[in-house]
């Protein structure tokens, strides 16, 4: 599993084709303007390892406090298998909000197999069962 390369693929190639003129030069890289941040805790067909429910509880724990606070606007809690892997999704009041959430985040998830920190736009819940 490599998910840096998955999401640094993406800018590096719109890096190459705005330097090539390919592109405008004022498309957004990155479309969430630094706001959201999502986590991950996954499974390998085991169900998601102790550790990366112990730092899933933790991000939960720090998502209730910055909300608290006002500096989670929304979190969106979404299930994304059939053995506990979870995504949640956070939108903050600011991009320092946010980059100070991935940095607190990211000591929660150093050595923690298959939790992961991700800057990733938070899509709104599907609309197809109203």
């Known amino acids: 599993m490599q ?3 998955t999401v640094l693929l993406p800018g590096v190639l719109f890096g190459a084709a705005i330097a090539s003129g390919c592109a405008p030069a004022q498309a957004a890289i990155n479309p969430t303007s630094g706001t959201e941040v999502a986590v991950y ?3 390998r067909g085991q169900g998601v390892p102790g550790t990366a429910r ?18 989670v606007l929304d979190l969106i809690d979404t299930p994304v298998g059939l ?9 903050f009041a600011s991009p320092a909000d946010a980059e100070n959430a991935l940095a607190e985040l990211g000591e929660i998830a150093r050595g923690v197999d298959l939790f992961q920190v ?6 709104p819940p599907s609309r197809s069962g109203q």
């Open 3 to 5: 998910p840096a390369r």
């Open 41 to 43: 805790a996954l499974s």
């Open 54 to 71: 112990e730092a899933l509880r933790s991000a939960r724990d720090l998502f209730a406090r910055w909300g608290a606070e006002g500096r």
């Open 83 to 91: 053995e506990g892997d979870t995504r949640l999704c956070a939108r």
């Open 118 to 123: 991700r800057p990733e736009r938070c899509a």
